[in-house]
């Protein structure tokens, strides 16, 4: 007896130490995903937190009468008078190559900011006005810190003129950072300091709004069909297996199905958010039916017996009573696979969405790019200023992403019916 009671005893005590080992295990590798996870995320908003602040610069414009029709503010060249304003702070930039640098200290779209200040205020016309405008980029990841001074003049994109420019500028109080809302509320622009987010943001939710449109009555009926309708035979078998194939097809196989079909066949225009919301259904289509089936399956068969029991027939019983119960689910599922389709770029590519689009879209059918998309086009930009773009976009698409979530979190507890 006392030998079987030790036995016992011995196999509790290993039986404990290996659920305390697995329960180890997982708490380590919780521990490594959450690291890695701030680590990921750590160095996005690093390198990315500064985009949301723009370096300005004052500079005393001579706004003469005589160089200025104010009936005709359109067609006046402000470049060249922010150039010789340059000069005139500048007098010891004489040469072709020191004009060239001086001018680069400001961005190249500077003229359009002083026209629309100039028109936003024409008493400005016949006077000595001390104007801000944006920076260059390369001055602006100066003054962030990217660029180190102590380099030789041949391995960093300033020379040590236009350092003493800027020093100079700095001393007199001339160069301020600013919130950048340029970024929040500008589209695509060749100029990393012009760049901004909102035409991205705006094609995103179009894509989204037609993804969703198509996608959800499609997927519900489809899903109810199955779960309620359909004839468990051969048939339907095979249409389930194919559903749950679908869902693990690679997104650019629905990219080029809708190169192939939508602008090929029926000629839809191109870099459009219609043709890239219609490519999203398609893609998150199959999601949406499992989804749903899995939360139609849910509804508890009491439900269905007492709706016929009192005399309600099959359709009645579903659109009545199980739909109803079954939405929130239905609803969730959704929110999280268009929250997929809203990181995908591949499928978006194939369409053209890849296009430069300057303009923020106002509709379906005007060419719009997406918010991927726009973070792909600035991580292949060689241009040093657009990496702090690139991450604060992925900041952007981030925040997005948390938002969906949110709404599916929120909808799927306030709507939940516990049984």
Not at 47 to 71: M, N, P, Y
Request: glycine residues 6%; contains cysteine; proline residues 4%.
């Amino acid at each position: 007896m006392t030998d079987h009671i030790d036995i016992i005893s011995v196999d509790g005590s290993a039986r404990h130490r290996a659920q305390k080992r697995f329960k180890s295990y997982g708490l380590l590798a919780i521990g490594l995903s959450l690291t890695f996870l701030f680590i990921m995320v750590g160095s996005i908003v690093l390198r990315g937190s500064s985009a949301f602040k723009q370096s300005f610069v004052q500079i005393k414009i001579e706004l003469s009468a005589d160089a200025i029709d104010a009936d005709n503010i359109k067609r006046v060249r402000f470049g060249k008078l922010l150039k010789q304003s340059l000069r005139n702070k500048f007098p010891e930039a004489t040469s072709r190559k020191d004009k060239k640098q001086l001018y680069k200290l400001v961005s190249p779209t500077a003229e359009y900011s002083v026209r629309k200040q100039v028109e936003a205020n024409p008493t400005l016309i016949g006077t000595s006005a001390k104007l801000w405008v944006r920076t260059s980029s390369d001055v602006d990841m100066y003054l962030k810190g990217y660029v180190d001074a102590n380099l030789d003049e041949s391995k960093r994109r300033l020379s040590d003129l236009q350092l003493e420019w800027i020093s100079l500028l700095q001393r007199e109080n001339k160069i301020e950072s600013r919130f950048n809302t340029k970024f929040f509320t500008g589209g695509d622009s060749r100029e990393p300091e012009q760049a901004g987010v909102l035409g991205a943001v705006i094609g995103s939710a179009l894509s989204l709004l037609v993804c969703f449109m198509l996608s959800f009555p499609l997927g519900v009926l489809a899903a109810v069909y199955l779960e309620e309708f359909a004839p468990k035979n051969r048939l339907s078998r095979i249409i389930e297996v194919n559903i749950n194939n679908l869902a693990a097809v690679p997104s650019i196989v629905f990219g080029l199905l809708g190169l192939a079909i939508f602008l090929n066949f029926f000629g839809l225009p191109r870099s459009t958010p219609m043709v890239g919301g219609m490519v999203l259904a398609l893609m998150t289509l199959p999601t949406i039916i499992i989804a749903s089936r899995t939360s139609v399956r849910a509804v508890p068969s009491s439900i269905r017996e007492a709706a016929m029991g009192i005399g309600a027939n099959k359709v009645q019983t579903t659109f009545h009573h199980v739909v109803p119960l079954a939405m929130p689910g239905m609803l969730t599922g959704s929110i999280i696979g268009m929250a997929q389709a809203l990181g995908e770029t591949a499928p978006l590519l194939m369409i053209g969405m890849v296009a430069f689009i300057v303009d923020v879209p106002q509709g379906i059918t005007d060419a719009a790019t997406a918010l991927p998309v726009q973070i792909f086009l600035w991580a292949d930009s060689p241009e040093r200023g657009f990496l702090e773009k690139t991450s604060a976009a992925i900041m952007v698409l981030l925040a997005f992403l948390i938002v969906m979530n949110l709404v599916a979190i929120i909808l799927r507890r306030r709507f939940e019916q516990r049984w």
